[in-house]
């Protein structure tokens, strides 16, 4: 059974104020408690490792998999590798996530290894969350590593997103396009305090036609520490963009390493960035209409990572 603290992380990570109707695994404290499945999409427990295969039917439209993963204990390591098999022409959503309460002395961690193989002309769009409370002296960890193979046609969303209270992340994002492959990758990520996160995405462009288009946005705080790496790859005919925008405030550091290289004639990579504080005539506009300088900021921070 889930308590209160359960469910608080679980509509912070995946939005569910209730069991979600559909296919769904939830894992807590290193171990699956709850699951469904349906007609059209199976989950099956891996033999050999932690972890869980989801298969979803080719052809399978307007549904939905939820896999949370809460951890509610201090002195979790927690690893899982998941595999999924999107099928031809299907169109799904899939939410993952995970919440770490940790009042502990001790370090919690979760590490999860995601790995997609979208068929031709699928439809995804993959959505996690990750987020930590809780007053103990206890890191809380979260390594999570994305590993995606789409095939021809087949086009995939990626919302990749911090929400607040982790220590220490390395995000690792891994992309091959084949031909008319569409990529949109967006990720959100606040640190504060003296938080470290490091974000390493590469996508590369095999096929005629693929597209990729990556947007991060960032706020670091306090004394807080990110590290973003953008390898943007084009091997044939292609188009992509990356985008990287951060807010740097307090002491924090922001440091970021794009990379474009193009294999081939007609491939065509940008890369834009920026890094900045908030200007004063932003909090002034806002304060002129009866905000506070704390409310302010707020507005700003919030509008910047939606």
């Known amino acids: 059974m889930l308590n209160a603290l359960d469910k608080l992380m679980l509509e912070k990570v995946a939005d569910l104020h209730e069991i979600p109707q559909g296919a769904f695994n939830i894992r807590k404290n290193g171990a699956g408690v709850q699951r469904n499945t349906t007609a059209n999409i199976d989950i099956v427990t891996k033999a050999d490792k932690s972890g869980i295969d989801v298969i979803i039917k080719p052809y399978t439209k ?75 002296e206890g890191q809380r960890v979260l390594n999570p590593k994305t590993i995606l193979e789409i095939e021809e046609g087949a086009v995939v969303e990626l919302e990749l997103i911090q929400i607040k209270g982790i220590d220490h992340t390395k995000r690792d994002t891994e992309v091959r396009l084949m031909d008319n492959a569409k990529l949109v990758v967006t990720e959100r990520l606040l640190t504060y305090k003296d938080q470290e996160a490091e974000s390493n995405i590469v996508v590369e462009l095999h096929g005629v036609d693929s597209s990729a288009q990556i947007i991060s946005r960032s706020v670091a705080q306090n004394d807080s520490k990110q590290v973003f790496y953008f390898d943007l790859v084009g091997r044939n005919k292609g188009r992509g963009h990356i985008q990287c925008d951060a807010i740097i405030m307090h002491n924090a550091q922001v440091l970021s390493t794009p990379r474009i290289s193009a294999h081939h004639s007609e491939a065509q990579l940008v890369h834009e960035a920026a890094i900045g504080r908030i200007e004063s005539e932003q909090l002034i506009k806002l304060m002129s209409l009866g905000f506070s300088e704390q409310e302010a900021e707020d507005t700003i921070l919030n509008g910047f990572l939606k």
Do not use: M, W
């Open 62 to 136: 307007g549904e939905s998999v939820h896999i949370p993963v809460i951890v509610t204990e201090e002195n979790i390591n927690d690893v899982v590798y998941n595999t999924f098999e999107v099928g031809e022409y299907s169109d799904v959503l899939i939410v993952a996530g995970c919440g770490i309460h940790n009042s502990g002395h001790h370090k919690s961690q979760h590490d999860g290894i995601h790995t997609f193989y979208v068929r031709k002309g699928a439809k995804l769009k993959y959505v996690e969350k990750h987020y930590g409370q809780g007053d103990g």
